[in-house]
């Protein structure tokens, strides 16, 4: 495990390095443990961030697999049509499209801190 190697590394080097500087053996392995422990523990929390953010990396990709054929994404440049005001697009839909999506993104996090939960 990367953590492991990274704490016994991190002890191994700092016992080497404190006995080449102070010459000195008392204290030295209780120092060595904790500096290991501490590189270890870093390692591994570091490691477990990495896991959660490609986990809900790829929870984000599945959901917007899900919602692909709802959502249709058209890239705005010079060649697209002007933007059609709100106001207009609400009359003609009958929606809020301001609400709607409030809604859309509440329900997003309420399924994102029920997954979280479990």
């Known amino acids: 495990h990367k953590s492991v190697l990274a704490g016994v590394f991190a002890g191994s080097v700092f016992s080497a390095a404190s006995f080449k500087f ?16 501490m590189c270890a523990a870093g390692t591994w929390g570091y490691q477990c961030w990495t896991a959660s953010q ?12 899900r919602t692909s054929e709802a959502v249709k994404l058209v890239p705005i440049g010079d060649a697209s049509a002007p933007l059609l005001p709100s106001e207009e697009f609400d009359r003609a839909t ?5 609400e709607a999506n409030a809604e859309l993104f509440r329900q997003i996090h309420e399924e994102d801190r029920a997954k979280r939960r479990r």
Do not use: F, M, W
């Open 22 to 37: 102070r010459g000195q053996v008392s204290g030295l392995g209780i120092r060595s443990v904790a500096v290991g422990l």
């Open 54 to 65: 490609l986990r809900r990396h790829s929870e984000a990709l599945a959901r917007l697999q």
């Open 94 to 98: 009958g929606q809020n499209a301001l």
